[in-house]
């Protein structure tokens, strides 16, 4: 059973990763050079696709910059060290439009290449994220579109699932899972914004969300040590 | 009232451009570069959209081949001389996997990026294009998710349409309409596989489905002059 993994190199991406190797599927890697200023986190999804066994690894070129507008792409500033209750509160502006879309439509497409019928994302729908498009519903809907838009589901070749095992987890649950599934913590990567060496800020949002979620789990981050 | 466009630089999408800008709307046109073999329609989409009088128009620079596998973008020969059963029997193989998924997901950031609440695409579901994203349902499924996948849509300030206006058309009614609004049609460009000055093949299916449009129109095409 073959299933395309969706992998940022992010704690997230490489639990769902585990996951799907843990539930007996050949994993095919897929992640996106979309100019993202933490680039760093590629070189993370290469060693944790090597280190968690996936079958194959690949990086799609795509320019999400051509329409601008979201602080992980371009020259705003990633803000730092928000309170929860403005991390809460609406959708960041490290938001990039249509993202989730766009890393499925590619992971659709290498799905009816491989005739696989399981698409891994690592989305959560908790901890203040504030995607929409890391809602069930988006999800749901996503899935729907997929089984529509293929040769190979049309022909009934592939039914397509959109599998998000961590949306409804905290981020807490999140790093107990990981440890369940041995995931390699210390080459996860979750900084927005991380300095030219690839060190962490520690203060982006997702730093924080890591944080709180290695301290709710009390745990230390292997990625800090 | 703004809306995107994806424009190819064939008939159909040039038919489509010159419907949106009747309608009113203000047009963001949005070609790809994805190692097309075809890549002369790439000119043919900017001497279009600077014809049709769109507002911008923007190619976005995406990696359809890292997954290989159709005969738009690979080494397989494109069929030719093929006859209407032929043609009409199953999916072609110049099928891009899951391609109006993904440049209608593009489309779709930028529509956020713009606030434009409509994207046109122009799909046609008859003629033995044989694609089962260019069906009425997928369009529809498409549209429900986009509403559900963006910060825009979500916080009420967009409402996605996916407006598909030669869907339901031959291609004999889509030359007409063509020739009605006015659509430079000596600038498009039809040909999955021209020589390397950019002249069409008259061989493959897209070829021969234009051709036979032009002739049941009643027209010569202004292309072949």
Chains 1, 2 share one sequence.
């Not at 705003?76 to 989730?100: C, F, H, L, Q, W």
Request: negative net charge.
């Amino acid at each position: 059973m073959k299933a395309v993994c969706l992998l940022s190199g992010g704690l997230d991406s490489a639990t769902c990763l585990a996951h799907a190797r843990r539930s007996g599927f050949e994993c095919y890697a897929l992640s996106f050079d979309y100019g993202q200023r933490h680039r760093v986190e590629l070189e993370a999804a290469r060693r944790i696709a090597a280190a968690l066994g996936a079958r194959d690894h690949r990086v799609a070129k795509i320019d999400l910059r051509v329409f601008g507008h979201s602080a992980l792409t371009d020259e705003i500033a990633v803000p730092k060290d928000r309170d929860e209750a403005a991390m809460s509160s609406g959708i960041p502006i490290t938001y990039v439009p249509a993202r989730n879309t766009i890393f499925l439509s590619f992971a659709l497409a290498w799905a009816e290449v491989l005739e696989a019928n399981d698409i891994y994302i690592g989305v959560n729908a908790l901890d203040y994220s504030g995607y929409p498009d890391c809602r069930p519903e988006f999800i749901h809907a996503f899935e729907h579109m997929g089984n529509l838009a293929t040769k190979s589901a049309v022909e009934g070749r592939t039914r397509i699932h959109i599998r998000a095992p961590l949306i409804e987890l905290s981020k807490a649950e999140i790093v107990r899972l990981a440890v369940e599934l041995n995931v390699p913590l210390e080459l996860t990567h979750s900084c927005y914004d991380p300095d030219a060496s690839g060190r962490a800020c520690g203060a982006c949002d997702s730093c924080l969300l890591r944080a709180k979620g290695f301290r709710e789990a009390g745990m230390a981050d292997p990625a800090c040590a």
